[in-house]
């Protein structure tokens, strides 16, 4: 058979491309040989005594509230304030017409004097029949009924008085004055208007310093904290952030916890008490609170990346003596910055790979490069989110 030119550079090309790629396959199989074990970093757990603060969403209310209503009836006259303001304690906010009230103070005072005339009359009848009965010049019956009338008319002064005290509080009751001291909402009934004896709402009062933050917990929670012999007392501390806010920047204490669980949602009522020097914190507001829910302890600390998970645990790898990659299962708990807290599982002197941990598999050799794990700076949350906030977090104590 004969072959054309063509042909032969054809079979020359490919003959030369054959031996390009032995050549370079067998290259490859001898440099994999020559490569030793994966490298990776590795460290000891990070030791540090750590607080657990367990997350709630709550919102903001007065300690002090009141709906501001006459105690007289009438029409309004007057308005003293400007909606919104800060009022205080005792300051005039409406009058109510008083010449009513001035009019029936002013019966009640003639009352009383009518009331002081008919006893002094009757005191000086029974000072003249006991004279006459001292010389058997009056009859004993005749003294009786003078006393009788002395008394009578004691007891008409005494309700005389009792009806002008009255009749000064009815006119009393026309200076509609602030209950407590706190935020004024806008007034409800316009001066010419018609109000009511304890049913019309003029306005409404709120304190603003302190505020009560109002929050659920949960069965399972109360129990943990009973068990512990924390997040339960009074004067436990907590920490608020507001919708707005990437961090927990307002301060309170735990004041009250309700007596019961609510058997239909399985939770508990607590409550906060928080101070507001400035008023920025406003009744109705929402927010998340922090409280703490452990007393110190020491923790073991490793970054969250460190962590593997699957469906049924969470496990991090440790390197033996040898260089041998082990799983270890462990019990995690709640972040500490990027740091996860590992309740059990580890122990101080584990090497556990921080790095490179995918080049890691349990049983094989690797080549271990000491890092060391540290607490990362602080640094603002991330913007709030429509996500519900995790269950638990922790800090260092001391922070």
Avoid at 70 to 97: I, M
């Amino acid at each position: 058979m004969k072959f054309t030119i063509s042909q032969k550079l054809i079979a020359a090309a490919a003959l030369g491309a054959l031996l390009t790629l032995s050549a370079c396959g067998g290259g490859a199989d001898s440099g994999q040989q020559q490569m030793g074990p994966p490298p990776v970093t590795v460290a000891t757990p990070l030791k540090q005594d750590v607080v657990d603060w367990d997350e709630y969403v709550g919102r903001f209310e007065a300690i002090e509230t009141v709906d501001v209503r006459p105690r007289a009836s009438g029409y309004l006259q007057g308005v003293y304030f400007r909606d919104g303001q800060f009022v205080r304690k005792g300051q005039l906010l409406f009058t109510v017409d008083p010449r009513p009230a001035r009019a029936a103070l002013s019966q009640a005072i003639a009352q009383l004097a009518q009331a002081q005339a008919t006893l002094a009359n009757a005191r000086t009848e029974l000072a003249r029949s006991t004279t006459l009965a001292a010389s058997n010049a009056a009859s004993k019956e005749e003294v009786e009924a003078r006393t009788a009338a002395v008394r009578s008319g004691e007891a008409g002064v005494a309700a005389a008085q009792a009806n002008v005290r009255a009749r000064q509080l009815d006119l009393g009751f026309t200076r509609v004055t602030a209950p407590i001291s706190g935020r004024i909402s806008e007034r409800k009934v316009d001066p010419g208007n018609s109000v009511a004896a304890d049913q019309t709402v003029l306005t409404t009062i709120v304190s603003v310093s302190p505020l009560h933050f109002v929050f659920q917990g949960s069965e399972a929670l109360l129990l943990k904290y009973q068990r512990q012999d924390a997040g339960t007392q009074n004067g436990t501390p907590v920490r608020i952030k507001l919708s707005d806010e990437s961090d927990y920047n307002h301060s309170g204490v735990l004041d009250f916890v309700d007596n019961a669980v609510d058997a239909t949602a399985g939770t508990i009522r607590a409550r906060a008490i928080v101070p507001n020097p400035n008023g920025f914190l406003k009744p109705g507001m929402f927010g998340n609170l922090r409280l703490e829910g452990s007393r110190p302890y020491p923790a073991l600390l490793v970054p969250d990346t460190a962590i593997v998970a699957d469906a049924a645990r969470q496990t991090v790898y440790v390197v033996g003596k040898d260089g041998t990659v082990a799983a270890r299962p462990v019990q995690t708990g709640p972040l500490v910055g990027g740091l996860r807290v590992i309740r059990s599982g580890i122990n101080a002197n584990d090497h556990v790979i921080i790095g490179g941990i995918q080049r890691a598999r349990p049983g094989q050799k690797v080549t271990p490069q000491t890092g060391r794990i540290t607490q990362p700076a602080a640094t603002p949350a991330a913007p709030p989110s429509s996500n519900a906030p995790p269950a638990a977090t922790a800090q260092p104590v001391g922070r």
